[in-house]
Every structure is written in C-alpha cells, then in structure tokens.
C-alpha cells in the first residue's frame, strides 16, 4: 500500500509565497519521478512541475522562474512557489511513479490533494 499526502496549502495574498510538500509511503522500492499538477474550478488539471529521477525539471510556462520543484534523499518533493498570482488559485495534487515489486512495471500513484487560494 501506497499513500502520498500533501501539506502546506492555504490562503495567501498575491505576490507572497507557499511551500507546499508531498510525501510518499508505503512498501517503495523505488521513486522514478514526482510531479505537482493542479486543478482549478471548472478546469481539467494540468502539469504544473516534474522531478525526473536523473534531476531534471520541466514546468509549465505560467509557472516558470515563481516555482520550484525539488526533493530531499527519502520520498518528499517540495514545490516552492513565489510571486503568487490569482490565477495559481487551484487545488494541487503530486504524484509519484514507483516501483513497489522489481517485477512489475512502475505505477503512478497520487495524493489527495491540497488547496491554495490567491486572493487579497
């Protein structure tokens, strides 16, 4: 059994900061990447950052150069996100592709989600 759960959303006002938090547990063998997406009311949920297991980065254009995705050595990925905008208002989600058997191919699991609003 698998389990992601966020942290660190909440209300803030536009131009301030938020940090939130994912972490993954459970019987992991192995994270390959972890990603943040996010859905706004009456939207379809979209990418917003990916961590690929070899380091590297790819984020949407909205976001780019106001958030930051990383991950410390266990299994929590962090997307930091400054210079807030209204339009960031949306409920975020992280996922993670991971092994939990070396004989089977990874699967992809996701979190329950954790809400930000940007509003003065």
């Known amino acids: 059994q698998v389990q992601l759960v966020e942290s660190g959303g909440g209300l803030v006002q536009p131009g301030g900061s938020l940090r939130l938090s994912c972490t993954a547990s459970?019987?992991?063998?192995?994270?390959?990447?972890m990603g943040w997406y996010r859905q706004a009311p009456g939207t379809q949920r979209e990418l917003v950052a990916v961590?690929?297991?070899?380091?590297?980065t790819n984020y949407a254009d909205s976001v780019q150069g106001r958030f930051t995705i990383s991950r410390d050595n266990a299994n929590t990925v962090y997307l930091q996100m400054n210079s807030l905008k209204p339009e960031d208002t949306a409920v975020y989600s992280c996922?993670?592709?991971?092994?939990?058997?070396?004989?089977?191919?990874?699967?992809?699991?996701w979190g329950q989600g954790t809400s930000v609003t940007v509003s003065s």
């Open positions: 996922n993670a592709d991971l092994r939990t058997s070396w004989t089977q191919l990874p699967s992809r699991h």
């Open positions: 459970g019987s992991i063998l192995r994270i390959d990447a």
């Open positions: 961590l690929s297991g070899d380091g590297s």
